[in-house]
């Protein structure tokens, strides 16, 4: 009932022994609390949060428009809502090194397990799309030994993106990982990697667990776990899998009922209202005091 049981701490925890175990961990990107339920409930070891869906949600590009306030407080929604780790996407980190150290603590605050943090210039792009900058290897590492500085819970992860292999090649992207390992990060985010071999190259320039981003329509074909897995990655992310697909059964389904006069076509591709209200966990606050509260609602389908 309300929120999960498990800790911040307890969840950081959990995601260093999830990284340190030797298998690819799949963390899902939820676009709500409740779809980080459903994440938790289908197996997954993990809930990844999106800036671009956090930006795409409000109506938004992902350019760096949303702040650290709107961040920390949706990604803080999210996790609560799950016993699973959360890795939020903190973009560049909201702006200079002290910027960054306070955007750790506001995250640590928030209850994430972890975040990323990339080395693009302001405004940043999608790291999938052309015509994005990287900072240099200076200021790169005094984001991320800033990051690193400000945690009070060690067990915090922090994460270092890249974005220079578009601009500079896959050399130039393994010499930043270990920069940014020897600033102190704890894992690294090669964004964009061409194809697995260029995974497998920064598998050999660092010691610290690597993430693959499967993010549709980008640069990356969209690889299994299996062939990650033989790349040496250790994490991989869905970022924005499921707001595309609730996004486009939202489209085809206005579409049908401005079509039909009706949505009865749709309703067997909906979740029903039984199986939402599982997911909410109805049932336990109805136990909560029948004395003084009756939701029942018989008959429910
Ligand atoms: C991972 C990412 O940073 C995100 O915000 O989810 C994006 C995903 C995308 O735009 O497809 C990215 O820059 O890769
Ligand atoms: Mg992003």
Redesign the pocket.
Request: hydrophobic content about 30%; charged content about 30%; overall charge negative.
């Given at each position: 009932m309300l929120y999960s049981n498990v800790t911040p701490e307890q969840k950081r925890v959990k995601l260093r022994e999830l990284l340190a175990s030797g298998t690819v961990q799949q963390f899902p990107?939820a676009f709500n609390p409740l779809s980080a339920r459903l994440i938790e409930e289908k197996g997954f070891a993990g809930v990844?949060i999106?800036?671009?869906?956090?930006?795409n949600d409000l109506g938004l590009p992902?350019i760096g428009l949303t702040t650290l306030t709107e961040v920390a407080t949706r990604a803080g929604q999210i996790a609560r809502m799950t016993d699973l780790p959360s890795l939020v996407?903190a973009?560049t980190g909201f702006g200079e090194p002290m910027n960054v150290a306070r955007t750790i603590q506001e995250l640590e605050n928030a209850g994430l397990a972890g975040c990323?943090i990339?080395d693009q210039f302001n405004p940043k792009?999608?790291?999938?799309?052309d015509g994005k900058n990287v900072v240099d290897s200076d200021t790169a590492t005094k984001r991320i030994r800033a990051a690193a500085d400000a945690r009070r819970d060690l067990n915090f992860l922090i994460m270092a993106?890249t974005?220079i292999r578009a601009t500079d090649g896959i050399q130039a992207a393994q010499d930043r990982a270990k920069a940014l390992v020897d600033a102190g990060a704890d894992a690294i985010f090669p964004?964009?990697m061409a194809d697995l071999s260029e995974f497998q190259a920064i598998r050999d320039a660092v010691d610290v667990p690597i993430l693959a981003?499967m993010?549709?329509?980008?640069k990356s074909d969209l690889f299994t776990v299996d062939q990650l897995q033989g790349v040496g990655v250790n994490m991989v992310?869905y970022?924005?899998t499921l707001l595309r697909i609730a996004m486009g059964a939202a489209e085809r389904t206005l579409e049908s009922i401005k079509a039909a006069g009706t949505q009865e076509a749709e309703v067997e591709n909906m979740l029903t209202r039984a199986r939402l209200y599982e997911l909410v966990d109805y049932e336990a606050y109805n136990q909560f005091d029948t004395g003084v509260f009756n939701f029942q609602v018989p008959g429910v389908r």
């Open positions: 990107g990844y999106s800036g671009a869906v956090l930006a992902d996407d973009d990323h990339e792009r999608c790291g999938h799309l993106r974005d964004e964009a981003n993010t549709e329509f980008g992310i970022p924005v």
